[in-house]
């Protein structure tokens, strides 16, 4: 055995032993550090939930008790009268989702498509501002402009000027989103496609926008979401109605204007109504909002 070998395994110096207390003291600073970081954290998670938390929960007491079969199969009643439903409001509110998607989807998707096939060119990055402006744009300022193109020059409100104002409010959330998406393939599999014979449109269509079909729909779905409680466009286009309808060129009934109109009312079983069709609204975003993290997980897990 030798002599270094003999020092090497006798006791640490004072030097060593001051070491190695000056990296335990860091490795606890650390922790410390990052213990608080972690919970700092979790508070700051369970503050961004808390306001949604609330709100559920306020909804529940308040309308759990209106939401029954009655309620997604009667009309309203008169004031003064309880029971009725809001059966017109729940179907106007899907047709004229229905209505915006037909609109802002194909528009928004072929923005996207362009804009991430087209990025450097000057006609993209103008859409691309125009379209950041426009997801900041208040939505009364969108139903105002509604109102003056589509409503005012046939002098009446109608469910398909309200559908098409909301399927503008989609358009850039919808490009946005979509740009994003198709940005996330590998350029490698449109040089295959090139390399294979494809024209540059077809590898857009067939190969670019099918790998990024998921993250699309989730886009598009989160955009559906944002819609679907949207009352100031509705006020300039749609109006609503007392009655049953479900024509496309006249005013038709929606949640949410139901729900502001009961609100504003003095009856007690209207306010009662309202609260059940806000629930009942929250109900419909938390769905669509769902089916957009189904279609998430589905998309990375096939991914993966």
Do not use: C
Request: glycine letters at 10%.
């Amino acid at each position: 055995m030798t002599a270094t070998s003999v020092r090497g395994s006798g006791p640490p110096s004072g030097r060593q032993r001051a070491v190695a207390e000056r990296t335990e003291r860091t490795i606890r600073r650390r922790r410390v550090r990052s213990s608080i970081m972690v919970g700092l954290m979790y508070v700051a998670a369970a503050l961004a939930i808390l306001p949604l938390l609330l709100i559920v929960i306020h909804l529940i007491r308040l309308g759990a008790t209106s939401v029954n079969w009655a309620f997604f199969t009667q009309m309203q009643r008169p004031p003064g009268e309880g029971g009725g439903g809001m059966a017109n409001a729940i179907v106007g509110t899907l047709i004229i989702i229905a209505i915006a998607s037909g609109v802002g989807l194909p528009v928004g998707i072929g923005a996207g498509l362009y804009l991430a096939e087209k990025r450097v060119t000057m006609l993209a990055t103008t859409v691309r501002f125009l379209a950041d402006v426009l997801n900041g744009l208040p939505s009364i300022v969108m139903g105002i402009f509604a109102w003056e193109l589509l409503v005012k020059p046939v002098r009446h409100f109608s469910a398909l000027a309200g559908g098409i104002a909301l399927g503008a409010m989609m358009v850039p959330m919808v490009t946005r989103t979509t740009e994003e998406m198709v940005r996330l393939v590998p350029i490698s599999l449109r040089e295959a496609a090139l390399a294979l014979g494809y024209s540059r449109w077809r590898t857009a269509l067939s190969i670019v926008l099918r790998t990024a079909l998921g993250g699309i729909v989730t886009g598009a779905l989160v955009a559906m979401a944002r819609i679907a409680g949207e009352t100031a466009p509705l006020l300039f286009t749609a109006l609503g109605n007392q009655f049953w309808s479900t024509a496309l060129r006249g005013p038709i009934a929606a949640l949410p204007l139901q729900i502001f109109n009961y609100a504003i009312s003095p009856y007690d079983e209207w306010h009662a109504q309202a609260w059940a069709g806000a629930l009942v609204l929250v109900g419909i975003v938390f769905v669509i909002s769902l089916a957009a993290r189904v279609a998430t997980r589905r998309r990375f897990g096939a991914g993966d």
